[in-house]
């Protein structure tokens, strides 16, 4: 490792699937900029607005340091799991007016996510948002994943779409064992506005459907149904925290390590006691020690800046910079 030149920084990006997010960050620790940009997914948009938005974001992250360098930068865009093939980067980069590409790193934003929870020292990270993913950190330069196929392969267990799922398959069940609508139910019916529980499947299938209005059906049923009034979605609750628990347990005993950190990010998580009391609860028996879900140490801006200064061969101390802390993080 060097010492960080006092005029250099490097650049952290968390590429979102709707909104990216990005920070400079000097030789200090200190944030010396902050920008949000567009979606930078080429999976979801196309690959010119991928290329446009993150030159944009980039060109908007510089401006302020013009008499500055750039020592590095790396973008974590939820177009990967892990690290790009040569025909995703063409896909990335292609036509891309981009001098300095030796001083980029493009991953996965799962990895990035990672690395700033665990300040990437050894560890894993269970993600529960929309989808479900686990990631763990095994070196400075080594990834293992779990989950994170989508929606079309398990939908993803225990997030917030796997749990809608389980719930609209549940009040389809019952109405066909009663005749009439579960509290779930009704709430489907509300929630998508509908007048009968059969019509939600034109919506489902119409192929202009967003998988988050599913799974936002999680959210709505977690508001509108207390404990006493549907045990069932209590339930649901309880197995997706043990579904995430599943998910993350082959890393975890991949490490092998006697005490290894877990984190746990993503409203799935942060923002249900029921999902992660039961995650919390189903490996501690599994793993046959108590384990408590830890915040992430750094959000996912932060992770990709901090994996910015390790790949220019930069050494930073342990100052934790923040950049945009993602909400329910």
């Not at 948009?45 to 500055?68: C, H, V, W, Y």
């Not at 064992?177 to 009704?186: E, P, R, V």
């Not at 501690?284 to 915040?295: A, P, T």
Request: charged share 20%.
């Amino acid at each position: 490792m060097t010492e960080m030149p006092d005029s250099g920084y490097v650049i952290g990006i968390d590429g979102g699937g709707s909104a990216s997010h990005g920070i400079v960050v000097d030789a200090s620790g200190k944030v010396v900029a902050k920008s949000k940009g567009g979606p930078l997914n080429f999976y979801t948009t196309s690959d010119p607005i991928f290329r446009g938005n993150l030159e944009q974001l980039m060109s908007e992250l510089k401006r302020p340091l013009a008499n500055r360098y750039c020592l590095h930068t790396v973008v974590g865009t939820a177009a990967l799991m892990d690290v790009p093939d040569d025909q995703e980067l063409k896909r990335a980069f292609g036509g891309f007016d981009l001098p300095d590409r030796k001083q980029l790193t493009l991953v996965g934003d799962a990895v990035t996510a990672a690395f700033g929870a665990t300040k990437g020292a050894p560890g894993v990270l269970i993600i529960s948002g929309t989808g479900s993913i686990a990631v763990s950190i095994v070196s400075q330069d080594g990834y293992d994943f779990s989950g994170g196929l989508g929606p079309l392969i398990g939908g993803d267990p225990g997030s917030a779409f796997w749990m809608a799922a389980e719930a609209v398959q549940l009040a389809f069940r019952n109405q066909a064992a009663t005749g009439s609508l579960c509290a779930i139910g009704i709430k489907v019916v509300e929630y998508f506005e509908i007048s009968r529980l059969s019509l939600i499947i034109p919506i489902l299938y119409n192929r202009d459907f967003n998988s988050g209005r599913l799974a936002g059906l999680s959210c709505f049923l977690c508001n509108e149904l207390l404990v006493e009034n549907s045990r069932e979605w209590l339930q649901i609750q309880k197995a997706a925290g043990k579904r995430l628990a599943e998910l993350a347990l082959p890393l975890i005993q991949k490490l092998n390590l006697s005490e290894i950190p877990i984190f746990g990010t993503g409203s799935g998580i942060r923002n249900n006691s029921i999902v992660r009391g039961s995650l919390e609860e189903t490996l501690s028996v599994l793993l046959e020690r108590n384990i408590v879900i830890q915040k992430p140490q750094m959000d996912a801006p932060s992770g990709a800046a901090l994996l910015a200064f390790q790949k220019a061969g930069i050494t930073i101390g342990d100052e934790t910079f923040q950049g945009f802390v993602t909400k329910g993080s």
